[in-house]
T-cell receptor, first 115, second 110 residues
Framework: DGGITQSPKYLFRKEGQNVTLSCEQN?????MYWYRQDPGQGLRLIYY???????QKGDIAEGYSVSREKKESFPLTVTSAQKNPTAFYLC??????????????FGPGTRLTVL | SQQGEEDPQALSIQEGENATMNCSYK?????LQWYRQNSGRGLVHLIL?????REKHSGRLRVTLDTSKKSSSLLITASRAADTASYFC??????????FGKGTRLSVIA
C-alpha cells in the first residue's frame, strides 16, 4: 500500500523543547516538502529536498531544521528558536525533477501544540 | 511569498448546485494546480493545468486558465455534501516550488 505517512497525529510540547516530526514515503519519490498551516490560512513552505542529502530553505525556515539521509524519510525538527510553533504541519512528496512544481502527494498531517 | 489568491474565501451552496472558485496570481507560471483539503486532513491533488492549456476536465471538475488575465477557475458541477472542503490553488513558476493560496472554504448543504 503506497503512500506518505506522518507521525504522530497529535504532538504536545513544552516551551523550550525541541521536537521532531516524522515523514516517511514509499512512493519512490525523489522530492519531499514540509509545510506549515495556520488556522484559516494556506500552506507556507518550510523546507524542501529535491534529492537525498540535499535540501533548501523555504519561505519560513527560521527555527526549523531537516535532514534527508534516506530517500524515504524527511524528518522535521521544530527547535526552541521557533517562536510560535503551534500549527498543523504537512509533509508532501513528488516524483521530482520539476523544480518542486510537479504534483504533490500529502501526508495526513501532525498537529503540534506548545503548552 | 504567496502567489495565488482564491476568491471567494467562503462559499455556501445547496446540494445539486454548481460551485465556482477563482484563483488569481501575479507572475508568469508554468502550471497551476488545484487541491482539496477536508477538515484536519492532508491535501489531495485534483487537477493540473499547464500554461499552454485553456481548459481541463476531470469528472465533475472543470478548470479554466486565462494567462492574459492571470486567473483560473475551478467549477464543480452537481455538488454533493461530500464536496464540502477547502480548495486551494497552487502555482508553479520560475525556479521555485509550488506556492499555495489561502483557499476557498466550500460548504455544500444537503
Amino acid at each position: 500500500d503506497g503512500g506518505i505517512t506522518q507521525s504522530p497525529k497529535y504532538l504536545f510540547r513544552k516551551e523550550g523543547q525541541n521536537v521532531t516530526l516524522s515523514c516517511e514515503q514509499n512512493l519512490n519519490h525523489d522530492a519531499m516538502y514540509w509545510y506549515r498551516q495556520d488556522p484559516g490560512q494556506g500552506l507556507r513552505l518550510i523546507y524542501y529536498s529535491q534529492i537525498v542529502n540535499d535540501f533548501q530553505k523555504g519561505d519560513i525556515a527560521e527555527g526549523y531544521s531537516v535532514s534527508r539521509e534516506k530517500k524515504e524519510s524527511f524528518p522535521l525538527t521544530v527547535t526552541s528558536a521557533q517562536k510560535n510553533p503551534t500549527a498543523f504541519y504537512l509533509c508532501a512528496s513528488s516524483i521530482g525533477g520539476g523544480q518542486g512544481q510537479d504534483t504533490q502527494y500529502f501526508g495526513p498531517g501532525t498537529r503540534l501544540t506548545v503548552l | 511569498s504567496q502567489q495565488g489568491e482564491e476568491d471567494p474565501q467562503a462559499l455556501s451552496i445547496q446540494e445539486g448546485e454548481n460551485a465556482t472558485m477563482n484563483c488569481s496570481y501575479k507572475t508568469s507560471i508554468n502550471n497551476l494546480q488545484w487541491y482539496r483539503q477536508n477538515s484536519g486532513r492532508g491535501l489531495v491533488h485534483l487537477i493540473l493545468i499547464r500554461s499552454n492549456e485553456r481548459e481541463k476536465h476531470s469528472g465533475r471538475l472543470r478548470v479554466t486558465l486565462d494567462t492574459s488575465k492571470k486567473s483560473s477557475s475551478l467549477l464543480i458541477t452537481a455538488s454533493r455534501a461530500a464536496d464540502t472542503a477547502s480548495y486551494f490553488c497552487a502555482t508553479g513558476g520560475g525556479n521555485t516550488p509550488l506556492v499555495f493560496g489561502k483557499g476557498t472554504r466550500l460548504s455544500v448543504i444537503a
